[in-house]
């Protein structure tokens, strides 16, 4: 499975930004998606994840409750929508993808798209 990352930017602090994840390749219905952020000098981190079948979703400390992760079977695409966003939200934003049912963990998931960056300013 391929995946590429899109809709990063640069927004101000309070707004909202949708990231986009296309999953190309053949897809199993035991796919989970997630999203991972890595800001400068720090490690990276799970945002959330979403199961291919059945939708069901996990999200991580870092999405705050403020981030909602779903997902296009159709389209084949998974998204995250961020809202009030924040300056520490500022990262490098990756989806990836893993068939184990780990999902929270990096080290589980063996595709990743390059990543989309994302900057807030205060």
Known sequence: VQ?????GG?????TSLRLSCAVSGRIYNNYKIGWFRQAPGKEREFV?????SGGRTSYGDSAGGRF?????NAKNTVSLQMDSLEPEDTAVYY???TQSGVFT???Y???WGKGTQV????
């Open 48 to 52: 959330a994840a979403v199961t291919w």
């Open 68 to 72: 909602a992760i779903s997902k296009d």
């Open 109 to 111: 998931y063996r595709e």
């Open 10 to 14: 640069l927004v101000q602090a309070g």
């Open 95 to 97: 989806c990836a993808a």
């Open 3 to 7: 995946l590429q990352a899109s809709g």
């Open 119 to 122: 900057t807030v300013s205060s």
């Open 105 to 107: 963990m990096q080290g």
